[in-house]
Structure formats: C-alpha cells, structure tokens
C-alpha cells in the first residue's frame, strides 16, 4: 500500500505549505523533494485508472527527478515496473 495519502491528517509533518505530501520516512533513502515528486507520481497512476486511462498496453507516465541531471549516474527517470497495473503504483 502507497505511503503517500491524498488527504494529509493535521498531526503528519509536510515539507512545506504547498507540498501537501508527508514528509518521507527517516530511512528513506530519499530526499524530501523526491519523496514528493514520489507521491505525486503515484498519485498521477491512481487518478489514470480512476479515469480508465490505463486500459492500451504499454501505457506509462514517466517523471525526470529534479536536480538528477547533476548526479554522476543522473538523470533519473521514474516509471512504472513492466507489467504493473496503475491500481498497483
């Protein structure tokens, strides 16, 4: 199940007013802004199957992490594993 919610209770910490997602684990291996960019991802893939955007084969939606690009491995992409279904992200 998605740590990220779409309604953040009062007493969970967000990064910021207009992040409304809670702040990642403190074993994440993640920063607060990817964690973020994390949540909304998902949160992009669940309201694509709520829409029945995910009935073709091979659909994705794919993020560039912000900030990857100055990384020696960079950039960073995220997408969904081959063979996961949008109600699973």
């Known amino acids: ?5 779409t309604t953040i209770p009062a007493e969970v910490p967000t990064s ?3 992040d ?5 684990p ?5 920063s607060p802004q990817e964690w973020s960019q994390r949540c909304a991802l998902a949160v992009s893939y669940r309201i694509a199957f709520m829409e029945d955007w995910h ?14 690009m100055n990384e020696s491995d ?5 997408i969904n594993d081959y ?3 949008f109600d699973e992200i």
Not at 1 to 5: I, Q, T
Not at 20 to 24: I, K
Not at 26 to 30: A, L
Not at 74 to 78: A, E, I, S, V
């Open 20 to 24: 409304p997602y809670p702040l990642p």
């Open 55 to 68: 009935m073709n084969i091979f659909n994705h939606i794919t993020l560039k992490v912000t900030g990857s």
């Open 83 to 85: 063979g996961l279904g």
């Open 74 to 78: 960079g950039p960073h992409f995220l």
């Open 16 to 18: 910021s007013i207009l």
């Open 1 to 5: 199940e998605s740590k990220c919610m």
């Open 26 to 30: 403190e074993d994440s291996p993640y």
